[in-house]
T-cell receptor
Framework: GENVEQHPSTLSVQEGDSAVIKCTYS??????FPWYKQELGKRPQLIID?????GEKKDQRIAVTLNKTAKHFSLHITETQPEDSAVYFC????????????FGTGTRLQVTL | NAGVTQTPKFQVLKTGQSMTLQCAQD?????MSWYRQDPGMGLRLIHY???????DQGEVPNGYNVSRSTTEDFPLRLLSAAPSQTSVYFC?????????????FGDGTRLSIL
């Protein structure tokens, strides 16, 4: 089955700096890559996703890049703010009937003042 | 429109007890699933369903049962609770069984097994 590795496990940045979280996946057939943000004690919430037919997607301060050849994708957060502090999860899946999301182990991002 | 509703929010059980975690959705989503979240291990799929009457196993199904008698409900049953099942459990849904769509999570159930 699919295996998703995520790095780093913790990341501390100063407010205003950029943060980058990287994930690699094992199954070359994977074609959907969402990112979830989970604040302490809350549910995971989708913040951005990318499909394999594009290499980059942006939404305000958040961007995701995908390198299908190398089988890795990354989350970029620019101009970080304290409210960006949370755990971020990447995931991967193969489209099709009953496709299942496989999650990375998460990155705890701390934005310091 | 409540989205995905999980009950209870917290539960403490003794080893060997059984219980059912409830998940209900009002979005008419085909796909429903259960995950457990443990520190350092991300979200791991327990069971999933692609529609009423259809269920299948995920990555970590042992010790859990599910059923899907209606589109709206997808209960998770612990048959004989063990300390290793102490975890936070999330129910998640998406509109259809195929991928490439956002999954919507419930608020979670924090379960402790003594």
């Amino acid at each position: 089955g699919e295996n998703v590795e995520q790095h780093p496990s913790t990341l501390s940045v100063q407010e205003g700096d950029s943060a980058v979280i990287k994930c690699t996946y094992s199954d070359s057939a994977s074609n959907y890559f969402p990112w979830y943000k989970q604040e302490l004690g809350k549910r995971p919430q989708l913040i951005i996703d990318i499909r394999s037919n594009v290499g980059e997607k942006k939404d305000q301060r958040i961007a995701v890049t995908l390198n299908k050849t190398a089988k890795h994708f990354s989350l970029h957060i620019t101009e970080t703010q304290p409210e960006d502090s949370a755990v971020y999860f990447c995931a991967a899946s193969i489209s099709g009937t009953a496709s299942k999301l496989t999650f990375g182990t998460g990155t705890r991002l701390q934005v310091t003042l | 429109n409540a989205g995905v509703t999980q009950t209870p929010k917290f539960q403490v059980l003794k080893t060997g007890q059984s219980m059912t975690l409830q998940c209900a959705q009002d979005m008419n989503h085909e796909y429903m699933s259960w995950y457990r979240q443990d520190p350092g291990m991300g979200l791991r799929l327990i069971h999933y369903s692609v529609g009423a009457g259809i269920t299948d196993q995920g990555e970590v199904p042992n010790g859990y049962n599910v059923s899907r008698s209606t589109t709206e409900d997808f209960p998770l049953r612990l048959l004989s609770a063990a300390p290793s099942q102490t975890s936070v459990y999330f129910c998640a849904t998406r509109r259809t069984a195929s991928s490439n769509q956002p999954q919507h999570f419930g608020d979670g159930t924090r379960l402790s097994i003594l």
